[in-house]
């Protein structure tokens, strides 16, 4: 297994290096702007804008304190940043090198189907904190000098639940890519979900109808940046175990899949026309 | 299962939706023996060998490399075998020594680095260079050192000098015959007859999923049509040679004819020997001749 996970983080070196120094600028910067923009006075800015808007970005309002701030700038928009690493890392764990036709040697050496799953696994959610690990450092340095008055588990804590929101998207597109016919399909759909159920997010700010079909979606359960003011433990573990059990579906097809030379799979339709009589 | 026996295949069957790929491959290959695997594009032949390592599962059918089982235990047969795909993919951004060092850590790290370097010496493979940057046949050196480096004791090559220029063909053969030197099995698929002559100590002809032939080089040249010039010491009317069993006349004169013989010679010999034969010489077919044979009876059958 430590082979597999090795190997997954060498080949993600570069988004790793490449997602962590983005994040990283992005949250010196978000820092380095925070006593800027807690000196505004922000409601009368706030009235400025639509009902509308304000209820559909609900924590606006929090926006002067350090949770508000990280969760409005930076927090609630990485799930869907972010979440482009983990879905594309997910669908391509396995499928991608079956696709490339790599995967065929690989496992025709002495590794079980479950420890390189596994192992895979690993390095996948390896990778994903270790980017999102240089971009909480990033927030520490300037934090200070900024005036966010919090100590170094205050900036950690909202990044335990944008990690376990982007491990549950990146299993959702490992399943989806043991059942769909091709990687990238995998891809596309599980990030369709995420925007899908972004904006049904912040819709259901406004339209009190659509709250008890979001509370059956993990975005419901993302504390973001507000997080920072302390964990809900219950909504993380919930998050955890969900993408737990897509693992766990995953490893199973895994389990029983013909790997392929290399490709994609294709559906075929059910033929329509009836079966031709035997003579 | 028999100590001697390194692959036991029994009835193997495997579809591919509507495809029936296998159709109960019954094989067996003794410890140390090298076995060419050949048929027509689309036989089976790759089908069989991902079978035997647990990348694909059989609908039916069993299998036992080296007295195991590949379906409950693939790890410890994988182990013990070496494998070259047939169509070879690697990372393309890895350098070759890295790509190997990666097959290495997959095996436990028990790999002799100093013959992996050996083998890249003789193939003239630099392990500095990216995969990406390589051609096909450098690329299948890879393959070809990756398959070898553990000294396994089955090797299961498809298509093993695929891409390769002749003089690496013939470094290839070397190190197949001192691989079988040092004791091991290897089950080879492949199109190159002149591969099959330098190596196979036994040949297998898989067609439409099925085994149709198991014998030795030689047999298979001698099961199959040849060419009987005839030269008799009087005129003779050769025209009722073609009633025997197999023999066909081709051309013919007083003193002379040519015959096309399928199968035994035995008939022909005894319908000859009243008539005073003062020459004749036998053409054999070549082994690629015996393989067209069984392929186009493949085709006529389809």
Redesign the interface.
């Known amino acids: 297994m430590l ?1 597999e996970l ?2 997954t983080l060498r ?1 993600m070196r570069g988004q790793i290096i490449g997602w962590g120094i983005g994040l990283g600028l992005y949250a010196v910067m978000m820092a380095a702007l925070f006593s800027t923009v807690a000196e505004l006075d922000m409601e009368a800015y706030l009235t400025q804008f639509p009902e509308e808007m304000m209820a559909f970005f609900s924590n606006m309002s929090a926006v002067a304190t350090p949770a508000g701030y990280m969760d409005t700038y930076f927090f609630s928009m990485m799930t869907l940043i972010v979440g482009i690493l983990a879905i594309s890392a997910g669908a391509g764990l396995l499928v991608g090198d079956e696709e ?3 995967l ?9 189907r479950t420890r390189l799953f596994w192992g895979r696994l690993l390095g996948m959610a390896a990778a994903i904190a270790a980017a999102l690990l240089i971009s909480w450092l990033c927030w520490l340095v300037p934090a200070r000098s900024s005036g966010m008055n919090l100590d170094w588990l205050g900036f950690l804590r909202p990044y335990l639940p944008l990690f376990a929101e982007l491990f549950l998207f990146g299993t959702m597109a490992l399943l989806l890519s043991m059942v769909l016919p091709a990687g990238r399909l995998a891809g596309m759909v599980t990030g369709g979900l995420l925007v899908a159920n972004y904006l049904l997010l912040g819709l259901s700010n406004l339209n009190e109808s659509l709250k008890a079909m979001v509370k059956l979606t993990p975005l419901y359960y993302y504390q973001g940046g507000m997080a920072a003011e302390g964990l809900n433990w219950a909504w993380l573990a919930g998050l955890l175990a969900a993408a737990l059990l897509f693992a766990l579906g995953a490893w199973a097809l895994f389990q ?1 899949r ?2 392929r ?2 490709g994609e799979r294709s559906w ?1 339709l059910p033929s329509l026309r009836p079966a031709s009589k035997k003579l | 299962m028999d100590g001697s026996i390194a692959i036991d295949i029994q009835d193997l069957h495997k579809a591919y ?1 509507q495809v029936q790929a296998l159709r109960g491959v019954t094989l067996t290959v003794k410890r140390g023996e090298v076995l060419g695997f050949l048929g027509p594009n689309g036989a089976g032949k ?1 089908t069989t060998i ?1 079978c035997m ?5 059989p609908d039916g059918g069993t299998i036992r490399l080296l007295g195991l089982d590949p379906q409950a235990d ?3 047969v ?2 013990r ?1 070496g ?1 070259l ?7 393309a951004n890895a350098k070759v020594e890295s790509a190997l060092r ?2 290495t ?4 790290s028990r790999v002799d680095w100093a013959f992996v370097r050996e083998l890249a010496q003789r193939l003239e493979l630099d392990l500095g260079t990216a995969i990406k940057n390589l051609s096909k046949g450098n690329k299948q050196k890879v ?1 070809v050192v ?1 398959a070898l480096m553990a000294r396994p004791e089955l090797l299961l090559l498809d298509e093993p000098t695929s891409g390769l220029d002749p003089l690496m063909q013939q470094e290839v053969y070397r190190l197949l015959k001192e691989a079988q030197a040092g004791g091991a099995t290897i089950f080879f698929s492949s199109h190159i007859i002149g591969e099959v002559e330098a190596i196979a100590e036994r040949v297998a002809i898989l067609r439409a999923g099925q085994i149709v032939e198991e014998a030795r080089p030689e047999q298979l040249v001698n099961m199959h049509v040849r060419r009987v010039h005839v030269r008799f010491k009087e005129p003779v009317d050769a025209a009722h040679l073609a009633q025997v069993r197999g023999v066909s006349v081709l051309a013919q004169d007083d003193t002379a004819a040519t015959l096309q013989v399928e199968g035994e010679m035995e008939g022909l010999i005894q319908a000859l020997a009243p008539l005073g034969v003062s020459d004749l010489q036998t053409e054999h077919p070549s082994l690629e001749e015996a393989f067209l044979a069984y392929y186009a009876a493949g085709k006529e059958a389809r």
Do not use: C, M, N, W
């Open positions: 082979a090795k190997h080949r490339k036709g790599i065929d040697l690989v496992l025709a050496h002495p590794v079980s029983r013909d790997i030379v290399g075929h | 939706g790759t991902r390592l647990d990348l694909i599962r693939p790890v410890a994988r182990a075998v494998y795909p047939g169509e070879l993919s690697l990372e990666y097959f850590d997959l095996r436990g393959g990756q």
